[in-house]
């Protein structure tokens, strides 16, 4: 089996790394899908440029926007499956195949990339990635070393049985929460781990707020269901 895919990069200021992603992208034999979140450089030229297909929003809506935009152009557009990754370089695309190659040998509706969390990625990051993984993996019951990695493929039955709002970083999760509640199996890959000194766009307390909010409202919506039956 061969899946169909597209790679999906959703972007907001990164021109300096922009256009050597897509064009690794595109030497793989690969679409690349660039949502350009209302940047206020030049994103969009730069991956034009590259040989993106850019999908651009007025103003700045936030990660979760922009992957739901790619998502529903991805669907329309017939691919089988979706790769998404990060803009800023923490992505190496030469592990692309290796995803792909899980996604279609083993029964698993997502795969996702699983960083080492010790060494070069920040002490506050590894800490607050281990306890979200671990929560993540309790409410999936399912074993998910690294819920916040955004390198993953996802196939096309997920993304058209599961129903996505959130706008932000929390989308991660909320995939994972959608996927498994839907009766998916998602597995983990090793990746590469990569930080640049990069700045994260991640809002320590709103963003931590967002994610929490998500928690409770997947406890409760479980909860109602099972008062409901």
Same mark, same amino acid.
């Given at each position: 089996?061969?899946?169909?895919?597209?790679?999906?990069?959703?972007?907001?200021?990164?021109?300096?790394?922009?256009?050597?992603?897509?064009?690794?992208?595109?030497?793989? &034999?690969?679409?690349?899908?660039?949502?350009?979140?209302?940047?206020?450089?030049?994103?969009?030229?730069?991956?034009?440029?590259?040989?993106?297909?850019?999908?651009?929003?007025?103003?700045?809506?936030?990660?979760?926007?922009?992957?739901?935009?790619? @998502?529903?152009?991805?669907?329309?557009?017939?691919?089988?499956?979706?790769?998404?990754?990060?803009?800023?370089?923490?992505?190496?695309?030469?592990?692309?195949?290796?995803?792909?190659?899980?996604?279609?040998?083993?029964?698993?509706?997502?795969?996702?990339?699983?960083?080492?969390?010790? &060494?070069?990625?920040?002490?506050?990051?590894?800490? $607050?990635? /281990? @306890?979200?993984?671990?929560?993540?993996?309790?409410?999936?019951?399912?074993?998910?070393?690294?819920?916040?990695?955004? @390198?993953?493929? %996802?196939?096309?039955?997920?993304?058209?049985?599961?129903?996505?709002? $959130?706008?932000? @970083?929390?989308?991660?999760?909320?995939?994972?929460?959608?996927?498994?509640?839907? &009766?998916?199996?998602? $597995?983990?890959?090793? %990746?590469?781990?990569?930080?640049?000194?990069?700045?994260?766009?991640?809002?320590?307390?709103?963003?931590?707020? /967002?994610?929490?909010?998500?928690?409770?409202?997947?406890?409760? &919506?479980?909860?109602?269901?099972?008062?409901?039956?």
């Amino acid at each position: 089996m061969s899946l169909r895919s597209c790679v999906v990069i959703p972007g907001y200021n990164a021109a300096a790394t922009i256009g050597p992603l897509v064009q690794q992208i595109k030497r793989l &034999g690969l679409d690349a899908v660039v949502v350009n979140d209302g940047s206020t450089d030049q994103t969009a030229r730069v991956a034009t440029d590259a040989g993106a297909l850019v999908i651009s929003h007025v103003s700045n809506q936030g990660k979760g926007s922009a992957l739901r935009t790619a @998502f529903a152009y991805a669907l329309q557009a017939g691919y089988d499956a979706v790769v998404t990754m990060d803009s800023d370089g923490q992505h190496d695309p030469a592990e692309i195949p290796q995803l792909l190659h899980n996604a279609e040998r083993q029964p698993s509706a997502v795969v996702v990339g699983e960083r080492r969390m010790s &060494g070069v990625m920040p002490p506050v990051r590894r800490w $607050t990635n /281990r @306890f979200l993984s671990w929560l993540t993996s309790r409410l999936t019951r399912q074993r998910i070393p690294d819920s916040q990695c955004g @390198f993953r493929v %996802i196939h096309r039955r997920v993304l058209e049985t599961v129903t996505l709002s $959130t706008s932000h @970083f929390e989308i991660e999760t909320e995939l994972l929460l959608a996927a498994a509640r839907s &009766g998916w199996v998602i $597995t983990s890959v090793p %990746i590469k781990t990569i930080y640049n000194n990069h700045t994260s766009h991640i809002h320590p307390i709103w963003d931590t707020l /967002r994610l929490s909010g998500l928690v409770v409202r997947y406890l409760f &919506g479980m909860r109602a269901g099972r008062l409901r039956r």
